[in-house]
Structure formats: C-alpha cells, structure tokens
C-alpha cells in the first residue's frame, strides 16, 4: 500500500501540525538564532553576511550577495547599509575592473564575525551532544527533502526577490 492510503491522521491534523510548526518553532529559531548576535548588535541576516563576506574565496558584489542570499537587491543593499554604517563592511575596488566594487570586512566586523563564529561552533558541539550528529543531519535532509517536495504546490514558490511570470500569474488565477 502507498503512504498516501495508510495514513493515520487527516489531512487537517496534518494541516494544523504544520501551522503550529510555523508558528512556534519559526519563532523560535528566528529568536534563538538572533539572540548571540544581539550583544554585537546584528541580526543572524547580519552575520549570514558579514560571514559569507569573510569565508568566500572570491570578492562579492552586493548583486552576489543578494543572490547569494535571495533577497532583492534593494533588502540586501538596506542590509548592507546598515553594516556599513555599523563599521563592519567597506567597499574595495577590483583590481582588475575600477568600476566593479565589493565587499570586504572592517577589522571591526572581522572581530565580530570571529566571536560570532566561535560561539556558534561551541553550540553546534552542544547540539552534538544533546541529540546527536545522525539526527541533526537527518534533520537538515529532512528539510531538504521537504522543500523540493512542496516547492511547486503553488506554481510558484515566491522568494524576496523573485520574479512571477506572466505564465505563473495566469496559472494561479486559474
């Protein structure tokens, strides 16, 4: 028998499971990814940057950030102000294209991103320890796997950022 016939629970259990999910542990993963890096007064967003930013082999542009991160240019470029006026990001000139100019950090935002970093390896060792390296990876699979399945359940799955085609607009409707 398929899955989809041995179900034990309704399709609304299911419904409000995922709902609740959304509601509280969204929440709470949105507040307990933040919380470390209110001390430095960043968001997890800032440091998602300011951590790309120092960890990447090549210069990024704030177009390659943007896109990096899925966000429209003008999020990111509010995003990037603001570590600018922070004191932790600078623009650099390429070397190889005056009119190009990327991202690279302030030794202010290098420190930060350090002591950010080293606290969020201390809490992935805790992780480890509390439910063990097997789950949380089948965890991230899980998600994973998740998202590609419910992608597309509504012709389109819309990132800040992203385009609807006309294509996508008239399917919806329909």
Partial sequence: MSEHNDRIVSNDIVME??????????????????????????????????????????????????????VSKPAMTRLLNGLQEKGLIEFVVSKHDQ????????????EIETNITSHELENVDKWIGQVGLSRIQGFFSFLDEFQSA?????????????????ENKVNRLN
């Fill in 150 to 166: 419910i992608t597309d359940t509504h012709g389109f799955f819309p990132v800040e950022g992203g385009t609807i085609s006309n």
């Fill in 99 to 110: 009119r190009r100019k990327n991202w690279a950090l302030t030794p202010k935002g290098q």
């Fill in 17 to 70: 499971e995922f709902q609740r999910a959304y509601l509280f542990q969204r929440k709470f993963l949105r507040t307990y990814a933040n919380a470390p890096k209110k001390k430095y007064g960043i968001t997890f967003d800032e440091y998602l940057i300011i951590h790309d930013i120092k960890t990447t082999a090549t210069n990024l542009s704030s177009i390659d950030l943007a896109n990096r991160h899925q």
